[in-house]
């Protein structure tokens, strides 16, 4: 059996090349620099999961210790201006441990870039550099290059989907006419797999796409038709630099700044594969690779169907807090401030933790949905994440998930919800929702939690103290009321 490492587990591409691996009877091992994130996935079970961080060259070696194919899934895009430089040192990092470690192969999935003297964006610069980085390892590698994956909540599904469902008449910058070669995930996933068996003596980069070659425009026009909306209408203008772009693609999706402006650089090229050797190690399958269309309806079948594996967002949001929780033991301190509510509630444990876990997202978070509102518009006009990244399935949550500007921080199944702020805030936050049993009865448990960051944390929390009662106090009874009456 192939030992696989695969890094980035926890984020889109890598979610769901674990399962892929395993069904084709490899061994896989997982790096990850949060090891609870993983446990509440179908395959947590059957895989070995290890602390590491990229950063962090000894916790690499470690983690490649044995390892036959090492597959590198890392991307720092959305870290600052910096990405670039961030990435090319994690490569490094991983490159140096693979060589030292022995391990037979690297597989890397990288971003499909035009040919020609064009200056491309950081974004795909910084990609192409990682790929040259792990090639000149040593270890036989292979650099996968796509373009636009379609699948369920990818990033650049999302984001066609958003702004299409959302602006019947769209403005839109020039790029919308350049040309782009999108690939279903179904088959970035294959491909990425079967790589696992080239022979040594293959060591290069290849490009990947799909059978379809089209302008975002076109994409956006399909997508419309098969989604079943009216036509739209769009309207490419040359005034919209890529720093007007970020901001219309983050306060339309629920793509934060950070990232939609180095995601808007690069939607300016024309990306379309100048080659498909591949093909001659991983034949095309007897259908054909997946066309446009139906990645399209195979991502919207899974939506309509709530089986979303992982998102584009099951990644961390870079920056976001990763500082011990206020219970543990070892916390570090400072002044933590409160708001703690708690009541019986007429109903069993089950309808209330129903009620619990199916917070967010569509559902709402059961107070002053208008307060709530201005508070992720105010968290997206400042490079936030906001409110528009919902839930990955309306009913179930896992440790990892993103919920609105939340995330699922600890998860104990009808006893603790607790999620960690990932909005922008002069300090840490977390909001507990528990559930225990008293004098035999059920009882709800609201904690709202503040540590502040320097004198601008104190003023914040005061500043928004008076609302507390408001938006806390009637989420408290809104929740019991709805767990009552369910």
């Not at 470690?62 to 036959?68: C, E, I, M, N, Y």
């Amino acid at each position: 059996m192939t030992l696989c490492l695969v890094t980035g587990a926890t984020g889109y591409i890598g979610g769901r090349l674990v399962p892929e691996l395993l069904s084709r009877g490899h061994e896989v091992r997982c790096a990850v620099r949060s090891p609870e994130r993983l446990r509440d996935h179908p395959w947590s079970g059957r895989v070995e999961i290890v602390r590491a961080d990229l950063t962090d060259p000894d916790s690499v070696r470690r983690a490649l210790d044995g390892v036959d194919v090492a597959y590198y899934l890392i991307h720092a895009l959305g870290t600052g201006r910096d990405f670039g430089a961030t990435d090319r040192r994690m490569a490094r990092t991983f490159a140096a441990a693979v060589r030292e470690a022995g391990v037979g192969r690297v597989v890397y999935l990288g971003g499909l870039a035009p040919s020609g003297p064009e200056r491309v964006s950081e974004h795909l610069r910084s990609r192409g550099e990682v790929g040259e980085i792990l090639l000149a390892s040593g270890v036989p590698t292979a650099v996968l290059r796509a373009a636009v994956v379609i699948g369920s909540g990818s990033l650049s599904f999302e984001l066609m989907r958003y702004l299409t469902e959302r602006l019947p008449l769209m403005v839109t910058p020039r790029w919308v006419r350049c040309r782009i070669q999108p690939i279903a995930v179904r088959d970035v996933l294959r491909y990425l797999a079967e790589c696992a068996a080239l022979p040594p003596e293959v060591s290069r980069s290849f490009d990947i796409g799909g059978p379809d070659v089209l302008t975002y425009e076109e994409m956006m026009a399909r997508y419309a038709v098969i989604a079943g909306l009216r036509p739209r209408r769009i309207l490419p203008v040359a005034a919209l630099t890529p720093w007007l772009s970020s901001l219309w693609i983050g306060l339309v999706t629920p793509i934060p700044g950070t990232v939609a402006r180095p995601l808007a650089e690069s939607l300016r090229h024309e990306v379309v594969c100048h080659e498909h050797d591949i093909a001659a190690y991983v034949p095309d399958p007897p259908e054909g690779l997946v066309g446009f269309d139906r990645a399209v309806r195979l991502a919207l079948e899974r939506i309509g169907r709530s089986d979303v594996a992982t998102r584009w967002s099951s990644a961390s949001v870079p920056g976001a807090p990763s500082d011990p929780l206020p219970t543990d033991p070892h916390w570090a301190g400072g002044r933590l401030y409160a708001d703690v509510r708690e009541s019986p509630v007429d109903a069993s444990r089950d309808a209330l933790w129903r009620v619990i876990e199916g917070i967010g997202g569509d559902n709402g978070w059961y107070s002053w949905p208008l307060a709530w509102a201005a508070r992720g518009l105010f968290d997206r006009l400042t490079g936030g994440v906001g409110l528009r990244r919902g839930r990955r399935d309306p009913y179930r949550l896992r440790v990892g998930d993103s919920l609105d500007f939340w995330r699922v921080e600890e998860l104990d199944r009808g006893r603790l919800l607790r999620l960690r702020a990932e909005m922008r805030l002069p300090g840490l936050a977390w909001l507990d929702l528990s559930i225990d049993e008293r004098d035999g009865g059920t009882w709800f448990r609201q904690r709202a939690l503040f540590h502040p960051r320097g004198l601008p944390g104190q003023l914040y929390w005061w500043a928004v103290w008076p609302f507390h009662g408001i938006v806390f106090g009637r989420m408290q009874r809104n929740i019991r009321r709805a767990a009552e009456h369910a």
